[in-house]
C-alpha cells in the first residue's frame, strides 16, 4: 500500500507535539504541586508562630510548666475535625488542639531542622500537610507540628492537570486538522496537474503546464512532458518507417505478379497459378504485418475524432461501391460525439465492419453508433447469416465461414486487433430486425467520448 503524505506528516507532527506537552504536563504538575505545598506552608509557618506567641512561660525556668492562652488560639482549632490541628511539645508537656477530639498527629521523624514539610496521614486517614518549627525559650525546646488537610487542595490541582491534558489534547487534534488543512491546500496544484493529464490523454491539452505547480514539482512535471514528446516522436517515426517498408516491399511485389504474366509461363498455367497465389499472400501477410505495427503505436492517441463527419463519408464510399449489387446502408451515428481515437483505426474498424456486411447482405445494411459505457457500434446485413458454431472459424486469420464468397474473414480479424488494442469486446450474433448476421463492437473509452460543445 502507498503511504499517504498526509498521514505522515500527522504522524511526524503527532511524534513531535505529544512529547512537548507531555513535558509541559509534567513540569506543570511538578510546578503546581510546589506552589500548593509552598503556599500551605507559608499559613503554617504563621500559626506556627502564633502558637508559640500563645504560650505563657513561668518567670523562673523550669518551675512551672508553661501555659497556652486559649484566646490567642484561632477558632479553626476547636472545631472537631476541622482539618487544622497542632501538637505543641516542650519538655514533657504536650498540648494539642482540639479539633483533634481524643487522637494524636503521626510525629514525623526527629529533625532539629526548623520549617520542615511532610506529607503524612491525619487522623481520619486524609492527606495533611505538617509544618515541623522548632522554637527556644528559657532554656527549653519548644516543637510545634501544625497540619492541614490538603484533599481539597490536590484535588484542585487534579482538576487543573485534567483540563491541561484536555486542552493539550485538543490543541493537537485542531494542529493536525490544521496542517491536513494546509497540505491539502499546498497539494491542490498537484490536483490541477492530474486533471491536465486526463485532458492530455482526451487531447484537449498538447502538454502538461508548469507555471501554477509547486517549484518542487517543476522537474516531475517537465520530465512528463519530455517523455510524451519523446513517444510522439518514436510513433512518427515508427509510422514513417511502416510507410517507407510498405511501398518497399509491395514495389517488388507489384513487379513480381506482372512478371507471372509473361508468354514464358503461358504453358505453365498451374505454375503461374501458385507464383500469383503465393504473391498475393506475401502482399496481404506484409499488409498485416504492417498494419499490427500500426495499431500497436496508436493506442495512446491525443486527437478527438468527430465520429459524424468521419463515419458519414466513409458510409457515402461504401455505397458507392456496392451501388452495382443496390445495397442500401442505413447510418444512425449522433451529431455532436466526439472520441479519442486515432483517426486511422476508426475507420479501418469501420470499413472493415461495412465491407463484410455489403458482400452479404441483399439490399439492406444497418449502421448504428451510440455512447453506451464509450461508443457501441453495431452493424447488421439482411444475409444469410452465420451459424454460432463457425464464430470462431470466422475470427482466424483468413477465415470464412463460406469459401465461395469473400468476407467474414480478414477483416473481422482486423477488427478484432483493433477492438483488443482499445480494451473493448466484439460480439456477433443475428440480427433481430433483418435476420442476418450482427456484429456489436463495444469500445471502452469511458472518459474519452464527449459531446461537442455547442458553438
Known amino acids: 500500500m502507498n503511504p499517504s503524505l498526509q498521514n505522515r506528516l500527522a504522524l511526524g507532527l503527532a511524534a513531535v507535539l505529544i512529547p512537548v506537552f507531555l513535558s509541559q504536563w509534567f513540569v506543570m504538575h511538578v510546578a503546581v504541586h510546589r506552589i500548593n505545598n509552598d503556599y500551605v506552608a507559608s499559613r503554617l509557618l504563621h500559626d506556627a508562630e502564633a502558637l508559640f506567641a500563645a504560650l505563657q512561660f513561668a518567670d523562673a ?6 501555659q497556652l492562652l486559649p484566646a490567642r488560639i484561632g477558632s479553626i482549632y476547636l472545631q472537631p475535625w476541622s482539618g487544622h490541628y497542632y501538637r505543641i511539645q516542650v519538655g514533657e508537656t504536650i498540648f494539642r488542639s482540639r479539633s483533634l477530639w481524643d487522637a494524636d498527629l503521626v510525629t514525623p521523624a526527629q529533625s532539629e531542622d526548623n520549617d520542615r514539610v511532610q506529607t503524612v496521614t491525619g487522623p481520619k486517614n486524609e492527606p495533611l500537610l505538617i509544618l515541623t518549627r522548632h522554637f527556644y525559650k528559657q532554656q527549653q525546646t519548644v516543637t510545634i507540628l501544625v497540619a492541614e488537610e490538603i484533599s481539597l487542595s490536590e484535588r484542585m490541582v487534579k482538576s487543573t492537570q485534567y483540563w491541561f491534558a484536555a486542552i493539550a489534547l485538543l490543541a493537537v487534534s485542531i494542529l493536525l486538522l490544521l496542517q491536513r488543512a494546509v497540505v491539502k491546500r499546498g497539494l491542490h496544484p498537484l490536483e490541477k496537474a492530474r486533471n491536465e493529464i486526463r485532458q492530455l490523454e482526451q487531447g484537449q491539452l498538447p502538454t502538461l503546464t508548469d507555471d501554477t505547480v509547486p517549484l518542487e514539482v517543476v522537474p516531475f512535471i517537465k520530465e512528463i512532458n519530455r517523455l510524451l514528446t519523446t513517444l510522439s516522436d518514436r510513433l512518427q517515426k515508427s509510422r514513417e518507417a511502416s510507410g517507407n517498408l510498405a511501398h518497399t516491399i509491395r514495389t517488388p511485389l507489384t513487379i513480381l505478379l506482372q512478371l507471372t504474366e509473361a508468354i514464358e509461363l503461358d504453358g505453365h498455367p498451374g505454375l503461374r497459378q501458385q507464383m500469383q497465389q503465393q504473391i498475393k499472400s506475401l502482399d496481404a501477410l506484409t ?5 499490427r505495427a500500426r495499431i500497436a503505436g496508436s493506442a495512446t492517441p491525443t486527437q478527438l475524432v468527430h465520429l459524424h463527419e468521419e463515419l458519414s463519408g466513409l458510409v457515402g464510399m461504401m455505397q458507392q461501391m456496392y451501388r452495382g449489387r443496390s445495397v442500401h446502408i ?10 479519442l481515437m486515432d483517426r486511422q483505426d476508426l475507420l479501418e474498424l469501420a470499413g472493415n465492419l461495412l465491407d463484410n456486411a455489403c458482400k452479404w447482405a441483399k439490399t439492406t445494411v444497418h449502421f448504428t453508433v451510440s455512447p453506451l459505457h464509450g461508443v457501441q457500434l453495431t452493424v447488421e446485413d439482411d444475409g444469410p447469416g452465420c451459424p454460432p458454431e463457425q464464430y470462431e472459424q470466422i475470427l482466424a486469420r483468413g477465415g470464412r465461414a463460406d469459401q465461395t464468397t469473400p468476407g467474414y474473414g480478414i477483416g473481422l480479424a482486423v477488427v478484432q486487433e483493433i477492438v483488443t488494442v482499445y480494451g473493448g469486446q466484439m460480439a456477433f450474433g443475428r440480427s433481430a430486425t433483418l435476420g442476418g448476421f450482427q456484429v456489436q463492437v463495444q469500445l471502452d473509452l469511458a472518459g474519452k467520448a464527449c459531446n461537442r460543445p455547442v458553438q
Do not use: S
Open 287 to 291: 499488409g498485416r504485418v504492417l498494419k
Open 330 to 339: 442505413e447510418a444512425h451515428i449522433p451529431d455532436d460525439l466526439l472520441v
Open 61 to 66: 525556668p523550669n518551675t512551672l510548666p508553661p
